[in-house]
Every structure is written in C-alpha cells, then in structure tokens.
C-alpha cells in the first residue's frame, strides 16, 4: 500500500499515468507494452509471481541489485495474457518500487521518508534492512515444539517495493487514515486503489466483514505477518502485526471485529493434539500438483510434522486431529486423505490437491 500511495502520488503530479507502459521502464520484461502501470496495481498484468518460483529458494538470502532481480523477472514468461484475469504477483510491486526510484532519482527510503512518513508524522515506519533489537526491533519465530527464532531470514533488496518496510500498529493506522482522509492522494486517486478488478483494487484489497466493507491489505515474510483494514463508513482502522503466530492472524483481527460491532463472539478454544510416531508415517512423503509447480515435501521432526516446499525452508504444522494439520502465521491448512495418498493445501481463499509420489 505505501508503494501504491507513492505511484499515484507520482500520478497526481503527472509524472506517471495508470496507462504507461512498462516498456517504457523495463523493455526486458515479457509483455512489457501490453503491460501498464494499472495492470501492476491490480496484479492484472500476467507477470510471474517470482516468490512462487522453484528457484526463489537458490537467492532468497542474499542481496540483489535492480539489474540482477529484472533479470530474474525476465526469465519468467507471463502467467497469462495481461489484462485477462488478475493474480496475486509480488513482481508487480518490485517493478513499481524501481520504477518510483527512476522517475525521482532517490532511493525508496528517501522518497517513502519525503512523500509519506515525514508527511503525516509516522516515527516508527522505514525501509528495512536487517533487524536491530536495539532499535526495539524484533527477530520472527516459528512455534513446533517451542519457539524458535526463523533464520535465515529473507534478504530485503529481494521483496523490495512489495514488502521491506518494518512499522507498527500505530503507524499503520494513521497512515492508512490520512489516505482516506486524503492527505496523501488525490479523491480520484483513491477512488482508483479502491475499484475492484477481480480480488483486487490497485494496491488494496476489499475486505469486507459481516455488513461492513472495508480496505486494505494482509502482509507476511519469514513468520511475520500482517493485516491492515479501513471501514469508511465507520471512520474505523484497525491493524495487527505478528512475529509469531499458534493463531490466525484473520481471526484475531475477525475476533476483535466481532466485539467492536457487537456481534456474537464465543473465546476459541485451544486443543493439542498429540500424535505418535506411527501415525505420522501415514503423511510423510513427496507430494506434487497438477495445479501447480510446487512440490511440497511431507517430514516429520520431533513429533511434529513440517512441510516444505521445493527451495523454501520447512515450515512446522500442528495436528488439529482428523488428518488436519494447520499453520496459523502462514494461514494455511492441509487436509490429508490418507486412503488416497494425498493432501489438499487451503491458503488465501484458494485449495490446490497433491498427490504422494509412488
């Protein structure tokens, strides 16, 4: 949402339009002319979601300049013909991030300090590099047994534009008021973030709950996590971050919703379900998709099942009892069918079926 708010900031000065083409920019990029500023907004653009890339996980940790990570982008052939459907791809706001650094001459941090922090007073939202506990900065963790600290962690020149900034609740919350107080964009700049092609507005999401609609967007890398809604109609923000999660991060902020609008709410009830080393061999193997090119690896690990994507590091699930397994900071679910050897993986709204290698 910051990288958004700059673009079209950079738009109501008229340096930018929804309309230009990203060849202008990155004449490398497949589908750059048909590809345009509002595509990238609203992840309609077609370009591959390089995170989702079985070779994300050969230089996730290391640092990648400008040259080094288009290139990558210009490996990948388009998902699909721009503008034909939209889908969720970090590239888009990578480019965009870059593409803010060109038409300023200024590095991200400085354009994000001028055009937003220092704008509206927000002390504790910057680009990030590592974490410095010194700076009351904290490290993520993964809950399995214990809680473990996740390391390595995702070098920040990798997300770039799509997601490197540290911040706080507090931040959060003023900064996504005074975008709809309209501070920091134009009216019809923001009528644009908020017009819906598919699931997505250009660089927000609509988040409705119950009979109320809201805006914003949900955020997480490496065991942190993050969800940031605007109920206009209320005047009502609410943000919550994580750097660990035994709980989904939806239903905290769907919970503390439920209060506020005086809706039934019933405190959850937290079960641990033990399972013996037997039982878990019924879960642990390869597993691949017809629906998509990850390949998950099923390990168990002190009693504890874990799964791990091909390139990405293993992420620990809990058993919830009935062949269900779940992972609150990633907010995914799987849900075996031992009798036919595979699995159904439910993440963001979608469920991809894998099926265990002979």
Not at 125 to 144: G, L, P, V
Not at 164 to 179: E, G, N, Q, W
Not at 201 to 222: A, L, Q, R, V
Not at 309 to 332: H, L, S, V, Y
Request: with cysteine; charged share 20%.
């Amino acid at each position: 949402m910051f990288t958004a708010t700059m673009i079209f900031q950079l738009i109501d000065e008229g340096k930018l339009s929804i309309e230009t083409p990203l060849i202008k920019y990155f004449p490398e990029i497949p589908n750059a002319a048909k590809i345009s500023i509002g595509k990238m907004l609203n992840h309609s653009s077609g370009l591959h979601n390089f995170t989702a890339d079985s070779t994300y996980g050969t230089y996730w940790t290391t640092y990648k300049s400008e040259a080094e990570m288009t290139a990558i982008f210009a490996r990948h052939k388009s998902d699909f013909e721009p503008g034909a459907k939209s889908e969720y791809s970090n590239t888009n706001f990578v480019l965009l991030g870059y593409i803010i650094e060109k038409l300023t001459g200024k590095s991200y941090t400085e354009e994000l300090q001028k055009r937003i922090t220092s704008k509206i007073g927000l002390a504790d939202t910057y680009y990030s590099a590592d974490a410095y506990i010194s700076k009351n900065e904290t490290y993520s963790f993964d809950y399995a047994t214990q809680w473990t600290r996740i390391f390595p962690e995702t070098n920040m020149s990798i997300p770039a534009g799509a997601g490197a900034i540290v911040s706080t609740p507090a931040d959060l919350v003023k900064f996504i008021k005074a975008l709809f107080d309209g501070k920091l964009v134009s009216l019809p700049s923001l009528e644009l973030m908020k017009t819906m092609k598919g699931n997505y507005g250009m660089g927000m999401f609509s988040i409705p709950f119950k009979d109320e609609n809201g805006y914003g967007h949900s955020g997480g890398m490496d065991g942190f996590s993050s969800l940031l809604i605007y109920f206009p109609k209320n005047k009502l923000a609410i943000a919550y971050t994580s750097n660990g999660a035994r709980y989904s991060t939806n239903e905290v902020v769907s919970n503390a919703l439920s209060i506020y609008f005086n809706q039934p709410f019933a405190i959850p009830e937290f079960k641990t379900t033990t399972l013996s080393a037997a039982e878990f061999n019924k879960y642990v193997g390869k597993y691949s998709s017809s629906q998509t090119p990850l390949r998950i690896n099923i390990i168990e690990k002190n009693r504890t099942l874990y799964a791990q994507g091909n390139g990405q590091r293993a992420i620990p699930f809990e058993a919830k009892g009935d062949n269900k397994f779940t992972c609150a900071i990633q907010g995914a679910t799987l849900q075996f069918d031992t009798a036919k050897k595979s699995f159904s993986l439910m993440q963001g709204g979608t469920s991809h079926l894998f099926t265990k290698a002979n």
